[in-house]
């Protein structure tokens, strides 16, 4: 546990000194937020490196224990995209038009898995 003298220095150093010290920056984080952090970070990290089958597997593993996250099927089908497992993206993509709340998000998904299809044939 960080006492709230270690998390002032923490957020000083980080957002310099005129940061101010907020009841949110208390709050108990869950364990799934966590893990969810930390796998997105090797999923960055992996990207920035190039290797998307990495980065493909992290998703994978981030997806068994939050598949309620639309934002995650929509990562994974663009990596699988470019990995060139259209069936795999179709089917992510097709995952996330079922899950997001935005019309907007999932009209871009419909009109890209429409493109995605096509190549399939």
Do not use: C
């Amino acid at each position: 546990i960080v006492s709230p003298a270690d998390l002032r220095r923490l957020l000083t150093a980080v957002s310099g000194a005129e940061a101010n010290l907020l009841p949110e920056h208390y709050e108990p984080v869950p364990d799934r937020a966590i893990l969810l952090r930390l796998q997105n970070n090797i999923v960055m990290r992996r990207l920035r490196q190039g290797d998307l089958e990495a980065a493909a597997r992290a998703l994978d593993s981030m997806l068994i224990f939050a598949p309620d996250r639309p934002a995650l099927w929509r990562e994974s089908a663009l990596v699988q995209a470019r990995l060139e497992n259209l069936g795999a993206a179709i089917a992510a993509l097709e995952h996330f038009a079922r899950l997001t709340p935005s019309a907007g998000e999932k009209h871009e998904a419909l009109a890209l898995l429409q493109s995605w299809k096509g190549r399939l044939n």
